[in-house]
């Protein structure tokens, strides 16, 4: 093969990898719709403080984990995206989504790390903070 042709293979194997890549992006959903039923919904419930409150600290998380989702993206794997992305359920989230690659991954990790797969897993001690 000549180097030219090389390069040219290369190119457009790389073009082609990006292009992929740019068109497997994070789903958008109707967050708005999302955070007003669920705020609705918490009021109803709990007696929370507002409903306008509620939607804008769920706006605020919805939006908090679309931006995680956007920038680490490439790195949850096409299986754990096509088990935690849904769009067609009811009242799809971010949040969600991003908790469920996270435990995914994070599982993924402990059984590699901890390879016998009857041994007691020890969960790593969770510090909660607020995505807004």
């Given at each position: 093969?000549?180097?030219?042709?090389?390069?040219?293979?290369?190119?457009?194997?790389?073009?082609?990898?990006?292009?992929?890549?740019?068109?497997?992006?994070?789903?958008?959903?109707?967050?708005?719709?999302?955070?007003?039923i669920a705020a609705t919904a918490m009021v109803q419930l709990m007696g929370s403080s507002t409903v306008d409150n509620d939607?804008?600290?769920?706006?605020?998380?919805?939006?908090?984990?679309?931006?995680?989702?956007v920038k680490d993206w490439g790195t949850y794997s096409g299986e754990d995206?096509?088990?935690?992305?849904?769009?067609?359920?009811?009242?799809?989230?971010?949040?969600?989504?991003?908790?469920?690659?996270?435990?995914?991954?994070?599982?993924?990790?402990?059984?590699?790390?901890?390879?016998?797969?009857?041994?007691?897993?020890?969960?790593?001690?969770?510090?909660?903070?607020?995505?807004?």
């Amino acid at each position: 093969m000549r180097p030219t042709h090389f390069i040219k293979a290369a190119v457009a194997a790389l073009l082609s990898h990006v292009a992929f890549a740019a068109s497997a992006q994070v789903p958008t959903v109707n967050i708005e719709e999302t955070c007003s039923i669920a705020a609705t919904a918490m009021v109803q419930l709990m007696g929370s403080s507002t409903v306008d409150n509620d939607r804008e600290i769920c706006l605020g998380s919805e939006r908090g984990a679309r931006a995680t989702l956007v920038k680490d993206w490439g790195t949850y794997s096409g299986e754990d995206r096509s088990r935690c992305v849904q769009t067609g359920v009811y009242l799809p989230s971010y949040v969600e989504w991003l908790t469920c690659l996270e435990m995914e991954r994070d599982v993924r990790k402990m059984r590699i790390d901890q390879p016998n797969p009857r041994a007691p897993v020890t969960l790593p001690r969770v510090y909660a903070k607020p995505l807004w």
